[in-house]
C-alpha cells in the first residue's frame, strides 16, 4: 500500500481525484496528516466514514520507526530510525540558544567519501524518499509530543539543519518535494528562514536552493584546490571556482539578504595555519559569509588529527579581525556520538 507521507499536494490531489473525491478534501486530508500528526484513518472526525474506510484500504500513513533513542546530558537527543526496507539512519535533536534544531538525513550512506567524515566511509546504499526525509523530522515531533503544530513560538524543534548522512543535492528532486512539504503553511509549516542545507558543493542545484527561499551551508574545509583535492573527491568534479560562482548565484537569486554558511573543520596541519586563514578570505571576496569553524571529531581509524585549541583560536581572531563572523563551533552531544560527521546507521556499525 502507497504511504501518504510526502505525497506533495498537487500529488495527494491528484490521488483524490482519481477516487472521485472533491478538491477540498485534499486540503483537509492535508491537515490531519501535517498539522494534527494524524497515523490512523479512523480518528479523522471531519471526514466522512466511507471515505475514512476507503483511504485505510488504499493508504497507510508511516512515520519511521524509533528503534533506539539517546539522550545526552546537554540535552541533544539522538534517535536511530527505520524505514519500511529495514534501512536506518540518525536523527538528532540539538539544542540551540532559542530552542533548537533537528537533523535529518537525505541518503542511506553517502557516495562523497570525504577523507574527515565517517559517514564517506560507509557505502551508499539509496537515496532517501521524500516522504522518509519528511517523516525523519514527524518522528521527532512524535518524540516531543509536538502535534498538533504548535505555534512557531511555542515550539521546541523549531528549526531543521539537512546535514545528517548524505549529500542533499545528489538527492534534489526528493529534498524539494520534502522541503515545499515541511514549510507548508497548513502543515507542518517551518519557515523557510528556519531551514538550512548544507552541501558538500555539488554546484549545479546550489542556485536553485535560492528559488526555495532556504538557507545555505558549504562543507568549504579547504581554501585553495590542492587541499580540497585531497579531502573531498567532489572538489574533482566541482572545483573550488565553480563552487564560488554557485554561490554568487545563489546569493543573486535571494530575495532577501542571506549569509552563506562556510563550515570549515579543522585538519591538523593540513588547513589550519595562518596562511590557510588568509587564503580563505581571499577565496570568499565577492560573497556574504559567515564562517563555521568545526573542531574536528576523530573516529577510530580517522587519518587525520584534531588542530589544537589555540590554532582554532588564532585562526578565528585573524579572521574576526577581518569582520568575518567565525565562532567555534560548540560541539553537541558528544557523549552520544551524536556530533557532526559522527552518523551511522546501526548496521555498519556492526560491520566494524
Ligand atoms: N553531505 C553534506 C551534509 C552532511 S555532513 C555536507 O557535506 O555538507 C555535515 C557536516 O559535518 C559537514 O560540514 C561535514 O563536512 C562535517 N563533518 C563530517 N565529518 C566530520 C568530522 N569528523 N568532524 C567534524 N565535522 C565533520
Ligand atoms: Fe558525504 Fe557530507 Fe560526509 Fe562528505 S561530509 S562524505 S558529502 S556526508
Known amino acids: 500500500m502507497k504511504n501518504l507521507i510526502g505525497l506533495s499536494k498537487n500529488e495527494l ?7 472521485g473525491e472533491k478538491p477540498f478534501r485534499t486540503k483537509q486530508l492535508w491537515h490531519w496528516l501535517y498539522h494534527q500528526g494524524e497515523t490512523d484513518f479512523s480518528e479523522m472526525t471531519t471526514l466522512a466514514k466511507p471515505f ?24 541533544t537527543r539522538k534517535w536511530l530510525m527505520e524505514f519500511e526496507d529495514g534501512k536506518q539512519v540518525e536523527c538528532v535533536y540539538i539544542p540551540e540558544e532559542d530552542r533548537g534544531a533537528v537533523c535529518i538525513s537525505t541518503q542511506v550512506g553517502c557516495a562523497q567519501g570525504c577523507k574527515f567524515c565517517h559517514t564517506g566511509t560507509q557505502k551508499m546504499m539509496r537515496n532517501l524518499t521524500a516522504g522518509e526525509i519528511v517523516g525523519q523530522f514527524m518522528t521527532a515531533r512524535d518524540s516531543y509530543g509536538e502535534w498538533p503544530t504548535k505555534t512557531d513560538e511555542n515550539r521546541m524543534l523549531s528549526n531543521i539543519v539537512v ?32 531551514i538550512t542545507v548544507s552541501t558538500a558543493g555539488m554546484a549545479d542545484h546550489i542556485p536553485e536552493l535560492a528559488d526555495l527561499g532556504v538557507k545555505l551551508a558549504i562543507s568549504l574545509h579547504a581554501p585553495n584546490n590542492e587541499i580540497r583535492n585531497q579531502i573531498m573527491p567532489i572538489n574533482k568534479k566541482f572545483p573550488l571556482e565553480k563552487l564560488i560562482t554557485a554561490c554568487k548565484e545563489y546569493q543573486a537569486r535571494c530575495e532577501r539578504r542571506s549569509f552563506i554558511t562556510m563550515e570549515y573543520v579543522m585538519l591538523k596541519g593540513i588547513n589550519d595555519s595562518p596562511e590557510n586563514a588568509q587564503e580563505l578570505m581571499q577565496l570568499v571576496k565577492g560573497l556574504e559569509v559567515k564562517f563555521n ?60
Open 52 to 75: 475514512r474506510e476507503k483511504l485505510s484500504s488504499l493508504y497507510t500513513i508511516i512515520h519511521p520507526k524509533i528503534i533506539t533513542e539517546q539522550n545526552s546530558k546537554d540535552g
Open 163 to 194: 546535514m545528517g548522512m548524505g549529500e542533499p543535492l545528489y538527492n534534489f528532486e526528493n529534498l524539494k518535494t520534502a522541503l515545499n512539504i515541511l514549510m507548508d503553511g497548513d502543515g507542518i509549516a517551518i519557515s523557510k528562514r528556519k
Open 293 to 352: 569553524l568545526i573542531p574536528f571529531h576523530k573516529w577510530d581509524g580517522a587519518p587525520f588529527e584534531p588542530s589544537d585549541m589555540q590554532t582554532i583560536k588564532n585562526f578565528s581572531k585573524i579572521l574576526e579581525n577581518h569582520w568575518f563572523a567565525a565562532p567555534i563551533r560548540r560541539s553537541r552531544g558528544e557523549d552520544i556520538m551524536a556530533a557532526c560527521g559522527q552518523l551511522k546507521s546501526a548496521r555498519d556499525k556492526k560491520e566494524i
Open 13 to 19: 490531489n491528484a490521488e483524490l481525484i482519481q477516487l
